[in-house]
């Protein structure tokens, strides 16, 4: 996926799919309330007695891809330099809610959304991304419409959804450095998004 719209599509397939999945299980019905499935900064959302079951989709680093290295010849360097970013998108998953069990349940039904498409190939990110377009058309967002319209089919072979178990200690520091309330969460690296060039 090369195009500077390249992590925004990504973040706009992971909730798709996650939305799909919670809508497929009608976990509304099974929570008794709507669910919301969102892509916000941790700080945004609302928290407290009357917080709505939600699930959000987080991007909190971006790193390059280690199995694309810069090439040792010079020459390739330079040529290497002015192409794209090979990048991993690392992801926060964090739930929340102010009935008993509601995040445990946001959670497990999260995990399972990911874990039965661990990969993404051309047709299928084709496919998640034309049912973001559908959503933004609805909603009126250019941007969606834009995320949408991406030609990934031509761009990228396949992305790479893994759950990074980061120790209490590392999560600690993420919501730290957020400046946000603690919720459970889970980590997703995403791998390869090519972005510049």
């Known amino acids: 996926m090369n195009s500077p719209l390249a992590a925004a599509a990504v973040t706009a397939v992971l909730k798709g ?3 799909n999945w919670f809508a497929q299980h009608t976990l509304g019905s099974l929570l ?3 669910v919301l499935v969102t892509a916000l900064p941790p700080d945004l959302i609302t928290t407290g007695a009357d917080e709505r ?3 959000n989709i987080f991007l909190y680093a971006l790193a390059p891809n280690t199995a694309l290295r810069r090439p040792a010849d010079p020459a390739a360097a ?3 330099l002015r192409s794209a970013f090979a990048l991993d ?3 926060l998953l964090s739930v929340y809610g102010s009935g008993e069990f509601q995040m445990e349940a946001l959670l497990g039904f999260a995990i399972q959304a990911l874990q039965r498409v661990p990969q993404l190939d051309r047709e299928g990110l084709q ?4 049912g973001v377009g559908a959503t933004g058309a609805e909603l009126g967002t250019p941007l969606l419409g834009e995320i949408a319209a991406l030609k990934l089919v031509d761009q990228v072979a396949e992305l790479t959804i893994t759950p990074q178990f980061l ?7 993420i919501w730290s450095a957020l400046q946000a309330r603690y919720r459970p969460a889970l980590t997703y690296k995403v791998s390869t998004v090519f972005i510049g060039g």
Do not use: F, K, M, N
């Not at 496919?127 to 034309?130: E, G, N, S, T």
């Not at 120790?167 to 520091?173: M, N, W």
């Open 17 to 19: 799919q996650v939305s």
């Open 32 to 34: 008794g309330t709507d």
């Open 53 to 55: 079951p939600q699930l």
């Open 78 to 80: 330079q040529t290497w």
């Open 89 to 91: 998108l690392h992801y």
């Open 127 to 130: 496919a998640a991304l034309l």
């Open 167 to 173: 120790g209490i200690e590392a999560l600690t520091r």
